[in-house]
């Protein structure tokens, strides 16, 4: 056999590290404690080269050993596709443009609060006058 698995993959391989993920972390420190100058701490994968990408994590530190409060703001480097809802969509969901994951679950609500789930099949929607135009209106 051969001891060389093209599907075995090392997680190296798979996932990107920790860091690749972020586009930024904003750390900010007590001000009751702290300076405005020194309580503001602001991580930017933009000014980071790719050998310190390679990381799992980073390290603050911060002077004195007083306990105080922090706020970490994480901000993931990550951007669905957006879609745009036709104008009777729109107004059935209250969503005029989002990530596909929002519509459905937005159209998931609609179906739900309005009973129209199939009793008999769970994976069927029973379509009311409201949603055969919308599905009339993106067939044509």
Sequence with gaps: GNSNNSNTLSPANTYPTFLKCL??????LDPLIYPPNEATILWQKSTMS????QSDGFQIFRQGSRR????IVI?????P???????LLQNLLGVSTSCMATIIVALFNYVQSNGLMNPEAADEIILNDTLKKVFE???D
Excluded: A, R, W
């Excluded at 586009?23 to 900010?28: A, I």
């Design 75 to 79: 901000n993931p480097d990550y951007c």
């Design 23 to 28: 586009k930024t972390v904003l750390v900010e």
């Design 137 to 139: 209106e993106e067939c």
């Design 81 to 87: 596709q957006l879609y745009t809802c036709s104008p």
């Design 68 to 71: 105080c409060d922090v706020k």
């Design 50 to 53: 790719d050998i310190m990408l």
